[in-house]
């Protein structure tokens, strides 16, 4: 079964900051989706960025990056120029590839502070 | 805009009453998912249907039953409500294969007293 594992529970970065938050997955199988989604306090999950397995280029969006480690099953999200608004719990998804049934499967989530 | 809608933001239920929660998704998905999300668990899941009638048990389905008679909408049904299913429940759907993102309601938090 696949699960999906976040080790910091909580995180704090000052705002103008990098801040990275980390995931690791673990799978058999060589085609899937990682996700990173974001729920502030509003509780309004939201994608903050998305990454194809078969796709070597990291993906980006704006001030989000991740660094995907596929031999590693490694995927974290790196945030750029954090802002006040970033603040909110992180959770990274992993998807397999296809199917009409397949699930996201979560993390525990990361709690990410952004002090002014 | 696309649009997943949770019946309620807030319930509170006493204990051995039977609790609908509902959620209409208006993008025409085929597939709909209930999640329990509690803090340091991260969100579970508890049933998904993959189209009209279907469903699949989750990671944890004991004590919830699901519905779905249309498409777009799907109902999580506790025959009778405990105190341990005190928690925050998110509704989300999704269209496979074109679509791997997910779109999430804005859950409900529901309390049983």
């Known amino acids: 079964a696949q699960t999906v594992t976040q080790s910091q529970p909580e995180m704090s970065v000052q705002e103008a900051e990098t801040v990275t938050l980390s995931c690791t997955y673990d799978t058999s199988e060589s085609d899937y989706y990682l996700f990173w989604y974001k729920q502030p306090p509003s509780r309004q999950m939201i994608l903050v960025i998305r990454q194809e397995a078969y796709k070597q280029q990291n993906a980006t969006e704006n001030r989000f990056s991740v660094n995907f480690q596929k031999a590693a099953k490694s995927f974290s999200l790196k945030i750029s120029d954090s802002q006040l608004g970033d603040a909110a719990m992180y959770f990274c998804?992993?998807?397999?590839?296809?199917?009409?049934?397949?699930?996201?499967?979560f993390g525990t989530g990361t709690l990410l502070a952004v002090q002014p | 805009d696309v649009k997943v809608t949770q019946s309620s933001r807030y319930l509170v239920k006493r204990t051995g009453e039977k609790v609908f929660l509902e959620c209409v998704q208006d993008m025409d998905h085929e597939n709909m998912f209930w999640y329990r999300q509690d803090p340091g668990l991260g969100l579970r899941l508890i049933y998904f249907?993959?189209?009209?009638?279907?469903?699949e048990k989750g990671d944890i389905p004991e004590g919830y039953s699901v519905s779905r008679e249309k498409k777009e909408r799907f109902s999580l049904i506790l025959e009778s409500a405990s105190t341990n299913q005190t928690s925050m429940y998110l509704c989300?759907?999704?269209?496979?294969?074109?679509?791997?993102?997910?779109?999430f309601g804005q859950g409900t938090r529901l309390t049983v007293v």
């Open positions: 249907s993959y189209d009209v009638k279907m469903k």
């Open positions: 989300a759907s999704s269209s496979p294969p074109k679509g791997t993102e997910a779109f």
């Open positions: 998804a992993y998807r397999r590839y296809g199917g009409a049934t397949n699930k996201l499967i």
